[in-house]
T-cell receptor, first 115, second 115 residues
Framework: DADVTQTPRNRITKTGKRIMLECSQTKGHDRMYWYRQDPGLGLRLIYY???????NKGEISDGYSVSRQAQAKFSLSLESAIPNQTALYFC??????????????FGPGTRLTVL | AQSVTQLGSHVSVSEGALVLLRCNYSSSVPPYLFWYVQYPNQGLQLLLKYTSAATLVKGINGFEAEFKKSETSFHLTKPSAHMSDAAEYFC?????????????FGAGTRLFVKA
């Protein structure tokens, strides 16, 4: 079984709809992240959480919110989806290794299309 | 501030030829540098990382990268390309700074391997 799972894997929705993307991990890691990937832009950090009580904004958090329900679960919500949120979304986890040298482990991604 | 530039969005090599993927970084603090690989329809996985222990870093699948501070570079190489190396490769810089945790990914370089 995969260590980091994401549901759904694909989603098509309409402008204005509320969408939740879910991430679960069995690695036992405290740190979890949400990224979006756009062609030619690489990955950009949306939110990250270093433990259950810690939530931090990344570089592109506007229009998104997150919830860390447990150590193993980290969900990303789009309160009112818009077409420029069409992208590939990745969840990742890591163990703290000090000073930012964590290796991140990525889920398989969720392809979201907003019409 | 940290940034990463990957030179060339696409690189094409023949099977058995040298692979060279270029990455230059900018960082106001000692950088921690990573190369990740993304195979089609999968999440990213770590190839190798530089954590200041040794300037030549060996990774999985025969890849290695050399940290050159004077050139602010962290280029990825492999002596002999294999068809299975065809994928997208991302350079990343990571670390804690006054703005909090940051991982900055490059835009990615897609590697094509010709038979």
């Amino acid at each position: 079984d995969a260590d980091v799972t994401q549901t759904p894997r694909n989603r098509i929705t309409k402008t204005g709809k509320r969408i939740m993307l879910e991430c679960s991990q069995t690695k036992g890691h405290d740190r979890m992240y949400w990224y979006r990937q756009d062609p030619g832009l690489g990955l950009r950090l949306i939110y990250y959480s270093f433990d259950v009580k810690d939530i931090n904004k990344g570089e592109i958090s506007d229009g998104y919110s997150v919830s860390r329900q447990a150590q193993a679960k980290f969900s990303l919500s789009l309160e009112s989806a818009i077409p420029n949120q069409t992208a590939l979304y990745f969840c990742a986890t890591s163990e703290p290794s000090g000073r930012g040298v964590d290796t991140q482990y990525f889920g398989p991604g969720t392809r979201l299309t907003v019409l | 501030a940290q940034s990463v530039t990957q030179l060339g969005s696409h690189v094409s090599v023949s099977e058995g030829a040298l692979v060279l993927l270029r990455c230059n970084y900018s960082s106001s603090v000692p950088p921690y540098l990573f190369w990740y690989v993304q195979y089609p329809n999968q999440g990213l996985q770590l190839l190798l990382k530089y954590t200041s222990a040794a300037t030549l870093v060996k990774g999985i699948n025969g890849f290695e990268a050399e940290f050159k501070k004077s050139e602010t570079s962290f280029h990825l190489t492999k002596p002999s390309a294999h068809m299975s190396d065809a994928a997208e490769y991302f350079c990343a810089v990571s670390g804690m700074n006054t703005g909090g945790f940051k991982t900055i990914f490059g835009a990615g370089t897609r590697l094509f391997v010709k038979a």
